[in-house]
């Protein structure tokens, strides 16, 4: 079953501006990561964050994590309108199998 | 870096007919490959593991006789979706796991549209 949940389900901004996307996961986890996604395109591994790490960061990419709230966030800064797409946060269960939140559709202005 | 390849990227059939998708990985060994489905502005839904070389894993409430899925070789698995109805269009989403590394990678997709 999928587990995860993201909010907002869609997120529509000006460009330039910084854009949050939460996500929530049920069972404990080793890492936690962030995929995004372009209409009709599969998915591009963003980051991963460790259970241990609570912050993380990559380019204009921050990523959050709370084990104790069981959520995360990632944090878009400066948006442009080539970061249009859906963005999901994932979690493995088991040995490899991964599993993603329902996801959050990004629109940025110009 | 490692890639992975769908073929055919999208596919339009009458109902009724057989599809099958084909999931590679190019440069590198997969002992396991997994396949998705995703419809409509909704997430990735986890179908089966595969595993070369034995009987693919099914997620609860996926028929296994209606997705068929072959693991024959270390980088190629196939899914073929049998007697396909309108019910079945969607976005087919494979991602392989790079043996040595566990890495993983995911392919651009197949859109299905069953007529």
């Known amino acids: 079953s999928q587990q995860g949940e993201e909010d907002p389900q869609a997120l529509s901004i000006q460009e330039g501006e910084n854009a949050t996307m939460n996500c929530s996961y049920k069972?404990?986890?080793?890492?936690l990561q962030w995929y995004r996604q372009n209409s009709g395109r599969g998915l591009v591994h963003l980051i991963l964050?460790?259970?241990?790490?609570r912050e993380k960061h990559s380019g204009r990419l921050r990523v959050t994590l709370d084990t104790s709230k069981k959520s995360s966030s990632l944090l878009i800064t400066a948006s442009r309108a080539a970061d249009t797409a859906s963005y999901f946060c994932?979690?493995?269960?088991?040995?490899?199998?991964?599993?993603f939140g329902q996801g959050t559709r990004l629109t940025i202005n110009p | 870096g490692a890639v992975v390849s769908q073929h055919p990227s999208w596919v339009i059939c009458k109902s009724g007919t057989s599809v099958k998708i084909e999931c590679r990985s190019l440069?590198?060994?997969?002992?396991?490959m997994f396949w998705y489905r995703q419809f409509p502005k909704q997430s990735l839904m986890l179908m089966a593991t595969?595993?070369?070389?034995?009987?693919?894993?099914?997620e609860q409430g996926v028929e296994k006789d209606k997705f068929l899925i072959n693991h024959a070789s270390l980088t190629l698995s196939t899914l073929t979706v049998t007697s396909a109805h309108p019910e079945d269009s969607s976005f087919y989403i494979c991602?392989?796991?790079?043996?040595?590394?566990?890495?993983?990678?995911f392919g651009e997709g197949s859109r299905l549209t069953v007529l």
């Open positions: 991602s392989a796991t790079r043996s040595n590394t566990g890495e993983l990678f």
């Open positions: 440069d590198f060994q997969a002992t396991t």
């Open positions: 964050i460790r259970s241990n790490e």
């Open positions: 595969s595993n070369e070389g034995s009987k693919a894993t099914y």
């Open positions: 069972t404990s986890i080793n890492n």
């Open positions: 994932a979690t493995r269960q088991g040995a490899q199998k991964l599993v």
